[in-house]
């Protein structure tokens, strides 16, 4: 499954992870937490995580497509 296999919302909803995560991590509420948390069942849940066969190379290459500065380094 290369990088171009995710579907955009994937790509999307992992990026709200990172951006949930560091809002989290620089405001450490429960509100933040409770936002996080929302993001990471709706990411876990996702239909795509089903397909996969190795979830955790699938799951690591996810994160990799998705990082906030995957476009730039792809330049």
Do not use: I
Not at 14 to 28: H, N
Request: aromatic fraction near 8%.
């Amino acid at each position: 499954m290369s990088d171009t296999d995710f579907p955009a919302d994937l790509l999307e909803l992992q990026r709200r992870w990172y951006t949930a995560e560091a809002a989290w991590a620089a405001d450490p509420t429960e509100e933040k937490c409770s936002a996080f948390a929302a993001v990471s069942a709706e990411l876990y849940a996702h239909e795509h995580r089903a397909k996969a066969g190795n979830r955790h190379e699938a799951s690591m290459r996810l994160k990799q497509a998705a990082r906030p500065d995957a476009e730039a380094s792809a330049a």
